[in-house]
């Protein structure tokens, strides 16, 4: 996976599918390539740095710097930056010696992917260090032999004797000089990750998270596409980050036409200082580089996020079709309300159900009471476990909505401790949904969120928490940090986070936690490190879900997203769709309901029955299946279609927005199947060959209305 070529100083790394070539120059890191795998590590007279040539730029600047940095002439974006102790920012770093190692260890403080056998990777560390400042860094680089996934982390080291301030650290990949087209995922709340392509320039382009959560704008993802690069064709470079945070995530053209694609704490909102002998581990990134296209990102991306990022019990094991109150009472429930929709969630084949917000201190609305995790027990009519117990009694497990990270003006918790929110004195403290951020990077700040947590953890059979967050940082400042680290805060506030969510997690194996900010403003892989789900958006419209899945997709796998069924006229967006397409579009993550199921008529109450039931029967394969987008719903007049396969079949969802009267007949083409083995969905009368489903593809019915919708469960009935 890692050989090093001494002679020639050349790393040579070498995933399943990609390489990557580092080597020494003069000192410096070199980063040479990065792209389709290279057999060996014959390269002898490729490896030459442009010369300085008629330049008016030094021939620093043109050589492919793996870690560039303020030196020499270099004029780019920076990989790491430090306002050292002379109030300069030069810095040389210089290669000191590597390590090549089997396995990969986990970061200090932070979520990363892992290994579960050391010969599953190799890991390659890099020492560099400036001689004059003493700021040494060392790179980490993670190939695995089965995943086609660069991970890449960095910790700064301060080993000089004065001071300095760590002001931007960012992970950097290089790539071959072209011309491109960027993707992005653009957003808002309840508009999440919408797939952005535009041309690449000549300068540079960032996306970034200022929030104090990676949050609903801009996601920490960025790809750089050949040009016209498709679902299943063209060259994907691609990252992401491991954390929850601020991020900033870009590319940069520099003199010799070569793209650097950088992923990394955003420095607007981040510095440290860093006093000598002090260490910075710096967030895991992910690089993923895909010969075919963006289905080839997402079936690279897929199965590690599924399997080397999330963990624990629930990592591989079937997800409980759920029934949340949310959208079905808000704040206005009672113990009977609840029972009600719990006994129809039982009759039709519910396993979980879900107690969202308003149980707790006097939260009959939103302006209240976060902090005070305190039972409500006036309203659920007793004991929490009581309530608890009777759900079990119908046969379904319990779980219950949390939103941990903060706390209301309105609140015993607020009265007694003013300062434990994030502020800056003398200032408004401004308020979003009526509440405040806990400081999360005080220690007696997260013993509290520990404990108060746990206590109610403790108290009841809960097999699910729904952990939530439902505001970003303003004033984002700890009250407790002296001037010169102020802008520690926010990256203090993910350190505690993540101290809480290991040590709860590990508390309590056995339940499934789902993460959720106002939907999905902070799915990440941070985030899906402590909790394999996350609530992918408060927009639970059918339509506007073909377009929000879609996004995500490219880099999470359905089983990490929370995919509800909610009634019509639509909570969002006022839209109506027929009951059988919110069923369907469901199916394509965690799939559960999210309305007030003892109020729907008897057709749709069977409906949902008959959707439980297939749900059962397909989730492995819709769950542990690769699943590959067919049709783009940005591109194709809304159309969207999905497949979902595995061995034993092939699971297709074809979708579309409006009826056309005298429609073009349109094909989707299903991809990823056993060509010479036969396939049959006997509901629709279709027995074809994997070939013939491949090339010439299954024929996109006429539409019964808008918004209609198609299932194929086409059963592998005879094989190659
Ligand atoms: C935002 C979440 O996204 C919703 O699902 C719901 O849990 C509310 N918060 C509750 O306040």
């Given at each position: 996976?890692?050989?090093?070529?001494?002679?020639?100083?050349?790393?040579?790394?070498?995933?399943?599918?990609?390489?990557?070539?580092?080597?020494?120059?003069?000192?410096?890191?070199?980063?040479?390539?990065?792209?389709?795998?290279?057999?060996?590590?014959?390269?002898?007279?490729?490896l030459?740095?442009?010369?300085?040539?008629a330049?008016?730029?030094?021939?620093?600047?043109?050589?492919?710097?793996?870690?560039?940095?303020?030196?020499?002439?270099?004029m780019?974006?920076?990989?790491?930056?430090?306002?050292?102790?002379?109030?300069?920012?030069?810095?040389?770093?210089?290669?000191?010696?590597?390590?090549?190692?089997p396995?990969?260890?986990?970061l200090?403080?932070?979520?990363?992917?892992?290994?579960?056998?050391?010969?599953?990777?190799?890991?390659?560390?890099i020492?560099l260090?400036?001689?004059?400042?003493?700021?040494?860094?060392?790179?980490?680089?993670?190939?695995?032999?089965?995943?086609?996934?660069?991970?890449?982390?960095?910790?700064?080291?301060?080993?000089?004797?004065?001071?300095?301030?760590?002001?931007?650290?960012?992970?950097?990949?290089?790539?071959?000089?072209?011309?491109?087209?960027?993707?992005?995922?653009?957003?808002?709340?309840?508009?999440?990750?919408?797939?952005?392509?535009?041309?690449?320039?000549e300068g540079?382009?960032?996306?970034?998270?200022?929030?104090?959560?990676?949050?609903?704008e801009?996601s920490?993802?960025?790809?750089?596409?050949?040009?016209?690069?498709?679902?299943?064709?063209?060259?994907?470079?691609?990252?992401?980050h491991?954390?929850?945070?601020?991020?900033?995530?870009?590319?940069?053209?520099?003199?010799?036409?070569?793209?650097?694609?950088?992923?990394?704490?955003?420095?607007?909102?981040?510095?440290?200082?860093?006093?000598?002998?002090?260490?910075?581990?710096?967030?895991?990134?992910?690089?993923?580089?895909?010969?075919?296209?963006?289905?080839?990102?997402?079936?690279?991306?897929?199965?590690?996020?599924?399997?080397?990022?999330?963990?624990?019990?629930?990592?591989?094991?079937?997800?409980?079709?759920?029934?949340?109150?949310?959208?079905?009472?808000?704040?206005?429930?009672?113990?009977?309300?609840?029972?009600?929709?719990?006994?129809?969630?039982?009759?039709?084949g519910?396993?979980?159900?879900?107690?969202?917000?308003?149980?707790?201190?006097?939260?009959?609305?939103?302006?209240?009471s976060?902090?005070?995790?305190?039972?409500n027990?006036?309203?659920?009519?007793?004991?929490?476990?009581?309530?608890?117990?009777?759900?079990?009694?119908?046969?379904?497990?319990?779980?219950?909505?949390?939103?941990?990270?903060?706390?209301?003006?309105?609140?015993?918790?607020?009265?007694?401790?003013?300062?434990?929110?994030?502020?800056?004195?003398?200032?408004?403290?401004?308020?979003?949904?009526?509440?405040?951020?806990?400081?999360?990077?005080?220690?007696?700040?997260?013993?509290?969120?520990?404990?108060?947590?746990?206590?109610?953890?403790?108290?009841?059979?809960?097999?699910?928490?729904?952990?939530?967050?439902?505001?970003?940082?303003?004033?984002?400042?700890?009250?407790?940090?002296?001037?010169?680290?102020?802008?520690?805060?926010?990256?203090?506030?993910?350190?505690?986070?993540?101290?809480?969510?290991?040590?709860?997690?590990?508390?309590?194996?056995?339940?499934?936690?789902?993460?959720?900010?106002?939907?999905?403003?902070?799915?990440?892989?941070?985030?899906?490190?402590?909790?394999?789900?996350?609530?992918?958006?408060?927009?639970?419209?059918?339509?506007?879900?073909?377009?929000?899945?879609?996004?995500?997709?490219?880099?999470?796998?359905?089983?990490?997203?929370?995919?509800?069924?909610?009634?019509?006229?639509?909570h969002?967006?006022?839209?109506?769709?027929?009951?059988?397409?919110?069923?369907?579009?469901?199916?394509?993550?965690?799939?559960?309901?999210?309305?007030?199921?003892?109020?729907?008529?008897?057709?749709?109450?069977?409906?949902?029955?008959n959707?439980?039931?297939?749900?059962?029967?397909?989730?492995?394969?819709?769950?542990?299946?690769?699943?590959?987008?067919?049709?783009?719903p940005?591109?194709?007049?809304?159309?969207?279609?999905?497949?979902?396969?595995?061995?034993?079949?092939?699971?297709?969802?074809?979708?579309?927005?409006?009826?056309?009267?005298?429609?073009?007949?349109?094909?989707?083409?299903?991809?990823?199947?056993?060509?010479?083995?036969?396939?049959?969905?006997?509901?629709?009368g279709?027995?074809?060959?994997?070939?013939?489903?491949?090339?010439?593809?299954?024929?996109?019915?006429?539409?019964?209305?808008?918004?209609?919708?198609?299932?194929?469960?086409?059963?592998?009935?005879?094989?190659?």
């Amino acid at each position: 996976m890692i050989h090093y070529n001494g002679d020639k100083a050349v790393f040579h790394l070498q995933g399943p599918t990609y390489s990557c070539l580092l080597g020494v120059r003069d000192g410096v890191l070199m980063q040479w390539y990065w792209g389709g795998k290279l057999p060996d590590d014959a390269v002898e007279g490729l490896l030459e740095c442009p010369g300085e040539g008629a330049s008016f730029d030094s021939a620093f600047s043109r050589q492919p710097l793996a870690v560039p940095t303020q030196e020499k002439g270099y004029m780019g974006q920076r990989a790491i930056s430090v306002r050292n102790a002379a109030g300069d920012d030069v810095l040389s770093l210089r290669y000191q010696g590597h390590r090549i190692f089997p396995g990969k260890k986990p970061l200090q403080g932070l979520p990363s992917s892992y290994v579960e056998q050391e010969g599953e990777a190799d890991t390659l560390e890099i020492d560099l260090k400036d001689a004059l400042t003493g700021v040494a860094v060392t790179l980490r680089y993670t190939v695995y032999a089965d995943y086609d996934v660069l991970a890449r982390s960095m910790t700064v080291t301060n080993e000089g004797s004065e001071p300095f301030e760590l002001t931007d650290a960012q992970s950097a990949m290089r790539l071959p000089a072209g011309r491109y087209e960027l993707l992005h995922l653009k957003g808002a709340w309840a508009r999440e990750r919408q797939a952005r392509r535009v041309p690449m320039g000549e300068g540079s382009f960032a996306v970034k998270s200022r929030r104090g959560a990676s949050g609903h704008e801009n996601s920490p993802f960025l790809a750089v596409l050949a040009p016209h690069t498709t679902e299943n064709q063209g060259e994907v470079y691609a990252m992401t980050h491991v954390y929850s945070g601020s991020f900033s995530a870009g590319v940069d053209v520099g003199i010799d036409g070569a793209p650097v694609m950088m992923i990394g704490l955003c420095g607007d909102v981040f510095s440290w200082r860093m006093a000598p002998g002090e260490t910075f581990q710096c967030p895991e990134a992910l690089f993923v580089y895909a010969p075919d296209g963006l289905n080839g990102l997402s079936h690279r991306m897929h199965p590690f996020v599924r399997q080397r990022i999330c963990r624990g019990q629930w990592r591989d094991q079937p997800r409980p079709i759920l029934i949340n109150n949310w959208e079905a009472t808000y704040f206005d429930f009672s113990f009977d309300k609840l029972l009600a929709i719990a006994k129809r969630g039982a009759e039709i084949g519910c396993e979980l159900f879900v107690l969202d917000d308003g149980w707790f201190g006097k939260r009959d609305i939103d302006n209240c009471s976060l902090g005070d995790w305190v039972v409500n027990e006036k309203k659920i009519g007793g004991s929490l476990r009581h309530l608890a117990e009777s759900i079990q009694e119908l046969g379904m497990r319990f779980g219950l909505w949390f939103e941990p990270e903060m706390v209301s003006p309105d609140s015993d918790l607020y009265r007694a401790h003013p300062d434990w929110c994030l502020h800056v004195n003398g200032r408004e403290r401004t308020e979003a949904r009526h509440q405040l951020i806990l400081d999360m990077g005080r220690r007696e700040v997260q013993d509290y969120v520990l404990e108060s947590v746990s206590a109610v953890l403790r108290s009841a059979p809960i097999s699910y928490v729904k952990w939530d967050m439902n505001r970003n940082m303003m004033e984002g400042f700890s009250a407790a940090l002296p001037p010169e680290r102020r802008m520690e805060s926010q990256h203090r506030y993910m350190l505690g986070l993540y101290r809480v969510l290991e040590e709860i997690t590990s508390a309590f194996p056995e339940v499934l936690f789902e993460s959720c900010s106002g939907g999905g403003g902070r799915f990440d892989c941070g985030m899906l490190c402590y909790m394999p789900q996350t609530w992918t958006s408060d927009d639970t419209d059918a339509c506007e879900r073909t377009r929000i899945q879609y996004g995500t997709s490219l880099i999470y796998p359905c089983s990490t997203m929370g995919a509800h069924v909610s009634a019509v006229p639509n909570h969002q967006t006022g839209r109506i769709t027929p009951f059988h397409t919110r069923c369907n579009v469901a199916m394509g993550g965690n799939f559960g309901f999210e309305l007030d199921l003892s109020r729907l008529s008897d057709e749709d109450l069977a409906e949902a029955k008959n959707a439980v039931a297939m749900v059962k029967a397909l989730r492995a394969t819709m769950q542990q299946g690769e699943y590959t987008r067919l049709l783009n719903p940005f591109e194709s007049d809304g159309r969207a279609a999905w497949q979902f396969t595995d061995e034993s079949r092939a699971v297709v969802c074809m979708y579309a927005p409006q009826q056309q009267p005298n429609p073009q007949p349109h094909r989707v083409r299903l991809a990823g199947l056993d060509a010479a083995a036969t396939y049959a969905d006997a509901a629709h009368g279709i027995t074809a060959s994997g070939a013939a489903l491949m090339n010439l593809g299954l024929i996109f019915p006429e539409g019964r209305g808008d918004h209609d919708s198609w299932v194929y469960v086409l059963e592998k009935v005879s094989k190659s």
